[in-house]
């Protein structure tokens, strides 16, 4: 019996869900495309070629982190941007009010997109951020913002 025995039943489901989802996305990397051309209906090929042509470029769209001081972030640092598009954000400089305060709307998109960068980079991302923005102020010597 597999219940009572050596393998708990739970182990045992776990071990058949994992291996069917593996062997499903196996297969799925692997499907034939019947391709053919619309001048000549003998030539039938099995696997499909990439066009020749341009290839179209994804836009990735990036989260937003919103700054109202542009000298902490190295904004237009090449290094600095490679970085933060490598980690799925951007910084966007914004200028405050007349008054000096800041939109409410734009703390709240930071806090929210703080969390999702905490669960996409992990909980320290900001301090690798600082780091890499120190390295890059090195090694360009761009001490202005």
Request: hydrophobic share 35%.
């Amino acid at each position: 019996m597999v219940g009572k025995g050596k393998y708990p039943v739970i182990l045992v489901v776990m071990w058949v869900v994992i291996h069917v989802v593996a062997f499903s996305a196996i297969a799925q990397g692997k499907k034939l495309k019947n391709t053919r051309r619309s001048d000549d209906s003998s030539n039938i090929s099995l696997y499909a070629k990439e066009p020749t042509g341009r290839k179209k470029t994804k836009k990735t769209k990036y989260i937003s982190i919103y700054k109202t001081n542009p000298t902490k972030v190295l904004y237009g640092n090449r290094c600095v941007d490679e970085y933060t598009h490598k980690m799925g954000f951007e910084y966007i400089l914004v200028m405050p009010d007349r008054d000096g305060d800041v939109d409410v709307k734009m703390v709240a998109s930071n806090i929210g997109n703080s969390i999702l960068l905490t669960f996409k980079n992990g909980p320290f991302w900001s301090r690798k951020v600082k780091k890499k923005i120190k390295e890059c102020r090195q090694s360009t010597g761009d001490y202005v913002g």
